[in-house]
Every structure is written in structure tokens, then in C-alpha cells.
């Protein structure tokens, strides 16, 4: 007698629910997913014990009849897909026709459902994936399942459930990152008889943002727009300073499906540069759309990740895209509390149980919401030579207002010296006042310009005003990222001049750390620093960079070293940033005494740089208040 025979249906869904099911969370997630398929534009989960007592699904898409009901709950019964040509051009999340077999397989499941046009809808029961019931019911259109008692017969499975609060906080995540791939559809999310996320169905995605991380971090979110003719890449990234500490808050969307991606990660920290801290992780929210045929969906069970046919493009699109967000939205933290828009959808996160104050809220946040970001597109201009990148309006003002800036800029390209003297030397030079006078300001950069001192608090920061504000700027961060963008600038250049030292310096290194230098030794002099083996573990520099007149050379080199020790494998350009980064931190003095006339070349050059608003380190350089929060918070209003 033979030894194999073919699995029964239930032994081979309750395998395959293994890999599709490994947690309620796994659930949700499929659930979610079959509504969205569905097209459904209301979604209302509920939850309770963890997921393992209960949890429940409820659409208002397209609904099954009584035929497609039950065979929904057989494995590989797809309406998605038929061939593998259709899976090429698949649109839908889901295509395994495995989810709800598996689920079933695992719980007790009540699934119910009608179709338009129907004069009711259909139950069925099902434990263990053996259907027990099935009967007429009335109901609205659409869709709602109920599992019951999650992993009642896998208790192996039930040992690797965490703690409850886990499983809810897993949950609530696949509900949260479906929700902003899907501003169109008004989510709900109820834990043990709480309202804990809920989302208007505006078709918004700042509201979706707003609903997540409140007001003051969607108030400086910044949208991004890049558009290549086979890759649109879109969405919404936090401000520097919101970033976290943890990767958790970087999420990404595939033609609207969420992905774990670390090649986008990557992508996304290169784009913001040094406007980050080292350790932290901006907030995003980015949607790629490209021709699913470039992607497949299909090389992990739960669908989470992705590869690229062409990971290298994909990963400087999103870089580009960030790069030029950021470039045009900078901002300067802003101590003003306007009201605006967005307390007012907030006011519905916090009150979302009164139907009457929810369906106002909806129609104004609605409206509002896209208002303020449409804004945030139009008024910031990209950057027209990112790569194909589609321009926004307002082309023809920003290349006037770059033509202003490179002028300024060039003016001020000159080696670095101490900050007094360079604040001296700066005033010697046309302010950058004056060349942009007799222009319209034709954006806000330009009013920067303005800025007047008023004196110097706490031998630290300058305190300034323009006609609608008081700044204080930090003349530390703001001297450190001068610095930075002349250095940059010269770095840039391509032709590194060296300067020959008079007495060479010599440095004793380790074995390990003499072979990384002299690995080196090309590299270093691209940059403009000569130097060669002397004996046997030590070294001799002969000439450095141009650009480093005027920072302790001694300590400039070791910081070279440092950052070969360091940044092992760093190509060029990375390392060359790290040196110039560290040049900065070499070159400017701490509390310091500034004359007026240094205040106003200081604030001067500042308005002339990309970005003033951060340190190269991501600390700001700035503070704003307004007029209206001063007469705010000196009653005067
Ligand atoms: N909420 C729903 N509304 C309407 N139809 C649904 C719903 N949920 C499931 N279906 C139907 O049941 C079928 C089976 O669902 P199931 O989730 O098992 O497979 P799938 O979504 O096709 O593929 P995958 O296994 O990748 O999720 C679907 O193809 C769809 O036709
Ligand atoms: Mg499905």
C-alpha cells in the first residue's frame, strides 16, 4: 500500500493559515484588506480580549451572493485573479484566495453579507473550517465578519500570542497604515467597547496624519511630489525635529499596499541629509505608483515585502523626492498658534462620540484639510532640475529667487577665518539685503533678508524682529551652518585646492588604523589632503585642504582620521560631508560676544543660505514669534 495521500482541506488550510495567521493582528490585516478589495468607503473594526476573544470586520463594499459566500471560504476561490497575465496587472491586495479558508480553519467564524439589489443578505457559520450553518438574514449592503476564538484548536500556535496589549498594539498598527493608504474611506477602530482611531473618510491624507500624530507634528509636515514618467513617488513627511527614535514611524505604500522596505529607509534618511540627527527617523508616509509589473508582491507570505526590478532608480526617486520637499517646505519653528484647520479636525479626534459635532467637523475638514496642503504644493516650488521630477507653478519666481542666491553665495566663498573675523569680513561684502530689494519678494526666503537685530541674550543668541515677529536665532548653530554650505559649496567645486604646510605634521597610529589611512590616501587627495607612510606605523601630512584655513589644523586632521576609522566602506562624497561636518563643529567658538554690526552680517548670510533653519546637525537655528501670540499671550486681544 502506497504512504502518500493527498491532505484533507482542513489539514491543508490549517498548514497554510501557519504561515497566513500568525497573530489576530494577521487577521485584521486580511480582513481589512478583502473590504478595501471590495470597495468599500466605510470600515468599522472591533476588537476585544486581544483579538483572541473576538473581532469583527464590517464593510459596506460590494457584498457576495449566496454562491460566492460560500465558496469564500475554499481555498484557492479567488474572484481576483484568474491567470497569471491578471496577476501581472493585479490592482486588488488580495489574490492567494487563502485568507478567509485559513482564517476559518483556525476559529469560529460567522461571515455575512449581502449584494445590491438583493432583497437580503446571508449567514454562514463555520468552526474549525467545516461550514455548520448557513440562513437568510436582513442587513445593509456589504460585508461583516466575525472570528471567534482565535486559535482555539492550535494551541501551539495560542502559546506565541504576547501579552494582549501587544496583539491590540499590532492590531491597531495594521489599522492606522491601512487608513492612510486609504484617506477615502472613513475608518473606525474599537478596542473592548473604545473608540481608539478614527479616521473621516475625507480623501485626505493630512486628516488621516492629523488622526495619527496630532496637530502640532501635521501642522509642519511636509508634502512630497515627485513625478518620473514609470514612478510617482507622494505623501507626507514629518519635520526633522519629529523625528523618532525608532524605524516604527517610516511607512511606505506600493501602488497603495504597505511594505517593509530597508532600501527605502535608506533612501528616505539620505534625502533628509544632515537635516537629521544621527539615530533618528523621520515620520513618513510615502506612496509609490509604479507599474506592478516593476514590483513583486509575491515573495513573502504576508505580502510585506516587495522587490524592485530596478531598486536602484526606485531608491533615488524617493531620495530626490525628500530632497525636494524639504528643500522648498523648510520652515522655522513657529511658537505662533494660529487656529487653523487643523485644530479643528483635531477637535474631532477628541470628540468623536457626538454625531452631530462629527458630521460638521467632517464637512469643514473636509475642505480644509486639502486646502492647507494643495497650499504647501503650490506656494513651495521644486527644485526643476531633481531628475525629471515634474516642476510645480511658480517655476519662473524660483529660478529668479536661485539666480539672487547664487550670486550672494558666490560673493561669500571664502575661506573660512574665526567668527569674528568673518563676520567682519562679511559686512564688507553687499548685503544680501541690498540685491534683493528691488526684487517682489517672491517667497518667503527672501523676507528673511529683514531681519534686524535687537540685541544678544545670554551671550548665545541673537534677538531679532521683522515687521511680524520676533526671532531669536542661535548664533552657534547658525555660524555652524554658514560654515557648512560655504564648505559644502567649495568641497563641491571639483578642483580641491591644497595649501603646502611649512612644517609637516606627523601622527603615530595603530597598525590596524595606519593600514585604513593609507587606504585611503587617494581619496584624501581629491579632498586636498597630502599625505604619505613615515616609518612604520606613522604618518606625515604635507599639504590640507584650502578650505581649512583658519580651523586648528592639528585637530582638523585627527578629525580626518576619525572619520576613516569610522566610516569604513563610505564612499567619497559621504566622507567628504562627515569632514566638512566636523570642520564646522572645529571652526566656530563658543560664547561669544557679538557687536551689532556682527548680528546683522550674521542674520544677512543666514538669509542667504538653502537652509537656514537647521544646524547641519537637524538642531534649528531659529525661533519665530509672532505678533499674533504676543498680543495673544499679552492679552491685548
Ligand atoms: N469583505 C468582502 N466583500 C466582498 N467580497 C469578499 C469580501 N471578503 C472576501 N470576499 C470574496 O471572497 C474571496 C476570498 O477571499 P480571500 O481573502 O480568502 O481571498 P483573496 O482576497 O481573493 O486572496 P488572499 O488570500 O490573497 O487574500 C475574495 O476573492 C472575494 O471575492
Ligand atoms: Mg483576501
Redesign the pocket.
Known sequence: MGRIAQLSELVANQIAAGE?VERPASVIR??L???I??G?TKIDVTVSGGGLTRME?Q?N????DED?LV???IRH?????RTMDDFRKLH???????????IASVSHMILR?RVEGHPGGIELRVTGGEKIDQAPIGMAR??R?TVEDLFYNTPARLKFVRSLQTEVSHITEVVTKRAMAYPAIAFTLKVDGKLTFLTPGSGDLTSVFLSLYGADVTKRALAVHGVRPDLRVHGLIGAPQDARTARHAMWFYVNQRPIRSQALQYAVIEGYGTALFKGRYPLTALFLEMDPALVDVNIHPS?LEVRFSEEQDVRDAVTRAIQAALMTGLYIPDLSEKESPVDELLQLRERPHDDAYLSKQLAISDADGVDRMSYSASHHVQDSDAGGYESQSREGEFRQTCQVYTRVQSASSSPSTPLGAELAEALTRTPAREQTVSQEPVDDLQDRARLRPIAQALTMYVVAEDDEAVYLIDQHAAHERILYERFMKMAGAGTTQEQELLVPLTYSLTPAAFLRVMERITDAKRMGLVYEPFGEHDLVVRAVPLWWQGIPLDRMVQETIDTFLEDEGADQKTWEKRVILRACKAAIKANQRLSMMEMQALLDELSTLQNPFTCPHGRPTALRIGRDRLEKEFRRR
Do not use: Q
Open positions: 497566513v486580511e480582513l484588506d478583502n473590504a478589495d471590495a468599500a470586520v464593510d463594499g460590494c457584498g457576495m460566492d465558496l469564500s471560504i476561490a479567488t474572484s481576483k485573479l486588488t491586495l488580495g489574490f492567494r484566495g487563502e485568507a478567509l479558508p485559513s453579507s456589504g460585508t465578519v505580502k
